[in-house]
């Protein structure tokens, strides 16, 4: 079947706009995570959903960072007032409750 | 902040040599998984060893888990060109759910 997909796959943004990164889980996974990827290092968990339920957010780096997940499938990460600092690869993972994530491709974000 | 260490950091090798990474965390865990991760892609999920396990095989890849010393291993035997990626291990504490990602291990196989 599918696996998660995100998009858009890259992202150019001058720095102080704002960004929406979309991810779609697999069908029926209840559980959906947001990772950021700086280059050469390893992912770093920002927020999780249980459904539609946000449970921990407690790795969003500052106020300028949003997710959401209203109907408990698709999610939204948002970045407002993008700096150059926020230049990652974002990474969604789903989850059916078990313990293993799937990954999608993640999303370039490039801020100039 | 990043939870587990692997080392070594590259490791290059010849096609049909043995390749072992080596992973080292600081808290208890629940479980400890290894994923891959090829240029240009994202993570996919190798194996999931968990916390009263010591060991475990799946096809080419064997893992082993000393909750003691706080480490594990990943072997991959009979190495690929494919094999050739970013490793990283993950560890899922008791009470959490997120997954906590060391650095990772760069492999590079030559034909």
């Known amino acids: 079947g599918a696996g998660v997909s995100q998009s858009p796959r890259y992202k150019v943004a001058k720095r102080g706009q704002d960004v929406a990164l979309r991810c779609d889980p697999i069908s029926g996974h209840v559980s959906l995570f947001w990772y950021q990827q700086a280059l050469g290092q390893g992912p770093e968990f920002l927020t999780y959903f249980q459904n539609e339920a946000q449970l921990d957010k407690s790795g969003l780096p500052s106020d300028r960072f949003f997710a959401e997940r209203p109907e408990g499938s698709v999610s939204t990460l948002k970045i407002q007032r993008t700096q150059q600092e926020d230049s990652a690869v974002y990474l969604c993972a789903s989850s059916a409750g078990s313990d293993t994530q799937y990954f999608g491709p993640g999303t370039r974000l490039t801020v100039l | 902040s990043q939870q587990g260490e692997e080392d070594p950091q590259a490791l290059s090798i010849q096609e049909g040599e043995n390749a072992t990474m080596n992973c080292s965390y600081k808290t208890s865990i629940n479980n400890l998984q290894w994923y891959r991760q090829n240029s240009g892609r994202g993570l996919v999920h190798l194996i999931l060893?968990?916390?009263?396990?010591r060991e475990k095989h799946s096809g080419r890849l064997r893992v082993t888990l000393d909750t003691s010393k706080k480490s594990s291993s990943l072997l991959i035997t009979a190495s690929r060109a494919a094999d050739t990626a970013s490793y990283f291990c993950a560890t899922a504490s008791d009470s959490g759910y997120a997954l906590n990602f060391g650095k990772g291990t760069s492999l590079l196989v030559t034909p």
């Open positions: 060893i968990r916390s009263n396990e």
